[in-house]
């Protein structure tokens, strides 16, 4: 491969993303949203620099379920402090502000981990199901049918009662939800393509088969893939808090969404913010990713291009 | 002779992201009942929105009829309201389209499809409707059987007998038949063609037949009109029109078919493309590709002259006129 | 039409088999051991030895799965097999373990069925305004909500509900049972959310695709009213897309009402499981989840054999193949 076909690859994709992103700026909302999900994804980063962990997670129980706005003392690592909790604390005492801020990195990696993951087993999975076909495909295919047919929240269940409670294995349940997504939309993409003329034109004058993947191929998965990953981080957060709910993910005192809610159970009679705060910061994630994701599939579909 | 189909000075715009596309320019033709009339003219010309516009079936936001009126029958269309339009259309004025395979609706059996029209425009019962919907596909050749049948169960050819069946339930007075065998294949297009102008001869029907060949405008047609970005630019009988073409571009059209007499190899198209209708010429619309064209064309818009019933729109004609005149 | 069911049931059967195999393979790589639940932690190597053997759980994987479809022979342990519905006792709770689900189930049949027909009855209607009306106020209202039902989780909008109109405005009660009706009517609102988001987006994208559609625009020209247009040609046909998916949104219903369920203290299938996955019962859950996934895989068998009779492009070609032959051009 030359370096000029790489250029040019190069040139024509700058081409097609500022033409993409006028398409897409047009969709106010799904660029709040875009915005949105940026700040989030700041505060995720910096999130040792607004709140300290060991602060987020330790007790203090006097200071049991202030109303959003109060101050109090806290006393923590050997001093008292005063400390405004913007959002109110919790049953343990703890800001609940600062427990969602941490919450958001958590979330965060979850996201973009289970989409990696998901996303490189079910592109490899989807091109040998579509290139190889015959019983191969005939296997991932049914395989991919066996998954679809359990309802998620109950699979992801199922494995991580089996494997045990951790991390990873949270991770794992919620990729294996994800991956047969990709692996229809790679297959489809390259039976689609595969018996056309034109890859056989290429073929016959000498295209190598890594060149009919880069020209032909690639371009046709990359904006399905790409939308479907948006949407799949919204999917992995939400299905991420259902487990955490249940208690089969991230336990406490690490502060999760899902289970901080799950806590707040008991007391939303008395102190609502409890339920409101960690629930409004999930609905507003998930709905950001699902706006953009909408949004980037109305700016990539080749239809509507002007 | 009366007219059945009287349009003047239509003006048809589309609007599609911030641009307004000029379908139709100032169009005027007539129609004379009982005959067929051919509109030739290239994919792009407007021929469609004409045929759509009679029906007043434009939509908004998409596009507007924005001046000029339309009279069928005497009717006044764009001034009725939307009842008046429903009942006329199907019963009256009747349309076919290109595609026949997307046509028919999927769900609903070929019978149905019939007989609903009859059943709304003209006062039959459910079963009465029914059996004129089985009569009706026998007479373009389909089984009345069949009529329980549906649409994905027929062939091209035949889905397009179903569409003829359908658009003559009611004995329309005109039907606009837009490109109705441009889909078909030549042979099944021969039988669909030799059908129709049995059906229409019986009933008089006066019709309108969209096409851009013009072997099979000479074949059905009576009258011709060439139409050219959104105008028509000549029009006449079809003696008139083929025997002695008046405007440069009906010129261009002849001269573009292959002569095979001759045996020349090279084909003689008309250079250039169609104007943008986004941006269309100033004068005459044909100008920038007119082998005579004038000074005189591209600064003013010609307008129509009459030789003995045969329209044309060029400022060569007028000019003799003008000449003629001063003797 | 025959063989388009035999077909499709015959699909069936390997999915089946699959589910089970993969559930089954879970309950085998769970790291507790059943025999040490059985006997507590201070029992003798011997009597682990023979729990574990009596338990059958010596034998290898293949013996153990058969035996897990078709039934062990065993005076203390022994029981028919998940093909004749029954998985014997759960080593954790004792009980057993069919009887707990068929005990559960027909009331998480009741929610689910309930959410559904809500989800259609309210999404459907809706779809088609919005599709008829597209980008009027009424339609961005309608996608916006459609977007937060999406968005949101179901438990949170479970306690949100309980908030506002068990605890505030006092209007149903928090705790819900079959047989009080009003008490069901927050948890079937909770639970049809998302789907009524999703049926509502679903028919309102199909009705937009079909309303584009030549056979529409023959209709109209046909001199067809604007509602013959939409209800009897439109509709028809946008609906089709639209009864699969509500057939897939029961998986998801079912897999919902876990949740839901448990928050409103909802004896159903779902509480059992939130309770099993607390005492960390793997064979309760597992067989819970075995047996959900194999009533959606049914379920979607209907679905299709459904889609079957409302298309008549499927309906046609399975039946009389005769009447083809003749009439052919």
């Known amino acids: 491969m030359s370096n000029q076909t790489f250029l040019r690859f190069f040139k024509r994709q700058s081409k097609n993303i500022s033409q993409f992103w006028r398409q897409f700026s047009r969709n106010k909302l799904a660029v709040a949203s875009l915005i949105l999900v940026l700040i989030f994804a700041l505060i995720a980063i910096f999130a040792d620099v607004l709140y300290s962990y060991d602060f987020v997670t330790s007790n203090s129980l006097e200071n049991a379920l202030l109303k959003p706005g109060e101050t109090s003392t806290v006393y923590f690592q050997e001093k008292d402090i005063e400390h405004t909790f913007i959002l109110g604390s919790d049953n343990y005492g703890r800001d609940i502000l600062g427990r969602l801020v941490h919450g958001a990195r958590i979330s965060m990696i979850i996201g973009i981990v289970t989409v990696a993951m998901s996303l490189i087993v079910g592109v490899i999975l989807g091109a040998i199901a579509g290139y190889e076909g015959g019983l191969v495909d005939t296997i991932i295919m049914r395989i991919t049918d066996i998954i679809l047919s359990i309802p998620t929240i109950l699979m992801s269940i199922a494995i991580v009662t089996a494997l045990g409670n951790s991390f990873f294995n949270l991770l794992i349940a919620i990729s294996v939800q994800l991956f047969p997504k990709y692996i229809r939309i790679v297959r489809a993409s390259i039976v689609s393509i595969k018996d056309q003329e034109y890859v056989e034109a290429a073929r016959v004058i000498g295209a190598s088969d890594l060149r009919i993947i880069l020209k032909h191929i690639l371009p046709n998965i990359t904006s399905p893939i790409i939308v479907q990953s948006t949407l799949n981080i919204g999917s992995s957060i939400l299905e991420a808090s259902w487990l955490s709910f249940l208690g089969l993910g991230i336990l406490p005192p690490k502060p999760e969404w899902g289970n901080m809610l799950s806590e707040a159970r008991e007391f939303i009679q008395y102190a609502p913010h409890l339920l409101f705060a960690p629930g409004i910061a999930i609905l507003l994630t998930v709905l950001a990713y699902n706006i953009i994701g909408d949004g980037l599939r109305d700016a990539l579909d080749p239809k509507l291009r002007r | 002779m009366d007219k059945i189909l009287e349009i003047k000075d239509l003006h048809v715009n589309y609007y599609s992201n911030r641009r307004t596309v000029r379908a139709v320019n100032n169009l005027s033709l007539d129609m004379q009942r009982g005959r067929v009339l051919g509109l030739v003219g290239e994919t792009g010309a407007g021929k469609t929105t004409l045929a759509l516009s009679i029906l007043n079936m434009i939509r908004a936001p998409q596009g507007k009829i924005i001046s000029g009126s339309i009279r069928f029958d005497n009717a006044d269309i764009l001034g009725m309201s939307n009842q008046e339009l429903r009942e006329m259309r199907g019963k009256d004025i009747a349309m076919i389209f290109q595609d026949p395979m997307t046509a028919l609706n999927p769900v609903l059996t070929i019978g149905e499809q019939i007989a609903e029209t009859i059943f709304k425009h003209e006062k039959a019962s459910k079963a009465e409707a029914w059996s004129k919907a089985e009569e009706m596909l026998e007479t373009v050749g389909i089984p009345g059987v069949r009529a329980r049948e549906y649409p994905h169960q027929f062939s091209g050819g035949m889905k397009q007998r179903v569409v003829i069946a359908l658009s003559l339930a009611c004995n329309p007075r005109l039907l606009l038949a837009d490109e109705p065998t441009t889909a078909l294949d030549v042979t099944i297009q021969a039988q669909v063609l030799d059908l129709m102008r049995g059906l229409i001869k019986t009933n008089n029907t006066s019709v309108l037949f969209i096409t851009h060949s013009l072997g099979l405008v000479v074949e059905n047609c009576d009258e011709v009109a060439t139409m050219y970005a959104g105008e028509v630019v000549e029009y006449g009988t079809v003696e008139q029109v083929f025997g002695n073409p008046l405007h440069p571009y009906t010129k261009g059209l002849l001269g573009s078919l292959p002569d095979y007499s001759e045996g020349s190899p090279r084909l003689r198209p008309i250079p250039g493309l169609m104007p943008d209708p986004t941006n269309l010429p100033k004068g005459c619309y044909f100008s920038p590709r007119c082998p005579n064209a004038m000074p005189k064309c591209h600064e003013a818009h010609p307008e129509n002259s009459s030789i003995e019933g045969h329209l044309v729109k060029c400022h060569q004609y007028q000019e003799n006129l003008h000449v003629e005149q001063s003797i | ?329």
């Open chain 3, 1 to 329: 039409m025959f063989r388009y069911i035999m077909r499709r049931i015959l699909m069936l059967i390997p999915v089946l088999l699959g589910v089970t195999f993969i559930v089954f393979s879970l309950m085998y790589i769970t790291p507790s051991d059943p025999a040490q639940m059985m006997l507590g932690a201070n029992a003798s190597p011997a009597a682990y030895k023979q729990m574990r053997e009596d338990m059958g759980l010596n034998s290898p994987f293949i013996v153990q799965y058969a035996r897990f479809l078709f039934g062990y022979k065993h005076p203390i342990f022994g029981y028919k097999g998940l093909f004749f519905g029954d998985l014997g006792r759960s080593y954790v709770s004792n009980r057993i373990i069919f009887e707990v689900i068929a005990n559960s189930f027909p009331n998480t049949l009741i929610l689910a069925v309930g959410a559904l027909i809500l989800a259609l009855i309210l999404g459907i209607p809706i779809g088609i305004i919005s599709a008829t009306k597209p980008y009027s106020v009424a339609d961005m209202i309608f996608t916006v909500f459609a977007l937060l039902g999406a968005s949101m989780p179901v438990f949170w909008i479970a306690m949100v509900l309980i908030y506002i109109f068990a605890m505030n405005l006092r209007l149903f009660p928090a705790i819900a049972n079959p047989g009080n009706f009003s008490s069901l009517v927050l948890p079937i609102i909770t639970l049809s959310l998302p789907s009524l988001a999703i049926i509502m987006r679903m028919t309102r994208s199909s009705m937009l695709d079909v309303m584009q559609q030549d056979y529409i625009r023959t209709a109209r020209v046909k001199g067809m009213d604007e509602k013959t247009v939409i209800f009897k040609h439109a509709l028809r046909n946008a609906l089709i897309p639209v009864v699969t998916v509500a057939g897939l949104q029961f998986g998801g219903l079912l897999g919902g009402a876990v949740l839901t369920e448990k928050i409103f203290s909802y004896p159903g299938l779902g509480s059992i499981m939130v309770d099993a996955i607390y005492q960390k019962d793997t064979p309760q859950i597992l067989g819970s989840v075995c047996f959900v996934a194999i009533t959606f895989t049914i379920i979607n068998l209907a679905v299709d054999i459904l889609y079957g009779f409302i298309d008549p492009r499927i309906k046609s070609t399975f039946s009389a193949k005769k009447k083809l032959v003749r009439g052919n051009q």
